[in-house]
């Protein structure tokens, strides 16, 4: 994607993908053309491929969009406690919840994934200091560990909650996962 901040490539940029987004309310994402997104977002063609290389390169840029606001939500959490990082992670997937259902409902899930496993070992090294006592004890592989099972803990969780569709809070959803950490400990 052409990173230009020209007022009028941003206008382009967000009519593209606001068409993509709609156009997934109706078709199936593999059968979307960039013919038909440069036709219903009215952009001419050569704008299309100034601002992006493919549709697929539309929705990642916006997928980037979303992550960049969910690492600055977590850069700006006062400490960081396990309660204040579920509030952040379920209230960024409460508010995009239209784009992880049309994720789900196209397999593409594993998009959002895969940006997940790169923006959080990067963010936690930002935001968690490396003598954190929850982290002391542990090799700089093993925190990679680590962040991996945090990840695919909270990636099935997520999963599970759109498969309910997000009918539950994220408050529950983090009182329910506070409860059962805390409840581990007799099993230890």
Not at 10 to 38: A, F, G, H, P, W
Request: glycine residues 0%; contains cysteine; aromatic residues 12%.
């Amino acid at each position: 994607m052409n990173p230009s901040q020209n007022p009028s490539a941003i206008r382009s940029k967000k009519e593209i993908t606001d068409t993509l987004l709609q156009l997934m309310n109706t078709y199936s994402y593999n059968d979307i053309t960039v013919k038909q997104i440069i036709l219903e977002s009215q952009v001419a063609r050569k704008t299309f491929y100034r601002n992006f290389l493919s549709k697929d390169d539309v929705l990642d840029a916006y997928i980037d969009n979303i992550m960049h606001q969910y690492i600055y939500s977590l850069q700006q959490l006062p400490n960081c406690q396990l309660s204040n990082i579920l509030d952040v992670i379920f209230t960024f997937c409460f508010q995009n919840q239209e784009l992880l259902i049309k994720l789900k409902d196209n397999n593409l899930m594993y998009l959002l994934l895969h940006k997940w496993n790169i923006f959080i070992p990067m963010i936690h090294n930002q935001i968690v200091s490396p003598d954190h006592p929850m982290f002391q004890s542990f090799s700089p592989e093993q925190v990679d560990y680590i962040i991996s099972f945090n990840i695919g803990a909270i990636w099935n969780v997520i999963m599970k909650w759109i498969e309910h569709d997000m009918k539950e809070t994220p408050d529950a959803i983090k009182t329910t996962l506070l409860k059962y950490l805390a409840n581990l400990k007799f099993f230890t």
